[in-house]
């Protein structure tokens, strides 16, 4: 994949996605000037940086929409750093071992029109990193086509937008197992809370939740 990555780069120089800077997908100049997320977050969801950054959420915009798929090998290291530091108290503290990594899925419609799920690319590129964190991409399907949420504005109808979105497969990959539940974004975790809440009434044990953006 390094060659591969190599040759692409010869053939079709990389510009930094957020100075436009050649070289690089994103450049680590950049990557330091993202301030961290520090709005307040549900405890068990560890965002790493602010959306309200102008060039956090262009790269995220970029990664979803714009199909600059490497992005999620830059982020997923930076999301795997984040969630070493993390697990690093939890197994500790909660017995926190031998988490499965689980994207947020997208329905079939959405993932027909974008051709992929940057949430299942950054769970792969984290797993490349750390073999013992395994993806399970089978588990948490979505069964339901709902309204984007960020056009929903009010908490409570994004909430009742999510209800009974998500369905579990293979039930037994999860029987109290931890789960580590991969998103891009949250705004509100209206959607990590349906997928936990999923989860658990599937027998999952303890779940915590990671995204590049709050």
Known sequence: MNLLNTILDIVFPVNCVSCNKNG???????????????????????????????????????????????????????????????????????NFREPLIVPIPLSYERLKERGYNQALLLCENIEKINKDLKVSKNVL?????????????????????????????????????????IDDVTTTGATLNEAKKTLKQAGAKKIIAFTIAH
């Open 24 to 94: 690089e997908i994103l450049c680590l100049e950049c990557i330091s000037l993202f301030p961290k997320a520090e709005r307040e977050c549900e405890e068990w969801i560890y965002p790493l940086y602010d959306y309200r950054h102008p060039p956090v959420k262009k790269l995220i915009w970029q990664l979803k929409y714009n199909k600059k798929r490497r992005l999620a090998e830059v982020l997923g290291q930076l999301m795997y750093e984040n969630i070493v530091l993390e697990l690093s108290d939890l197994s500790i503290l909660e």
């Open 141 to 181: 399907t979505k069964i339901k086509e709902t309204e984007h949420q960020a056009n929903i504005k009010d908490r409570s109808e994004r909430l009742k937008n999510l209800i009974g979105t998500f369905t579990v497969k293979n039930e037994n990959l999860i029987q109290k197992r931890n789960i580590i539940l």
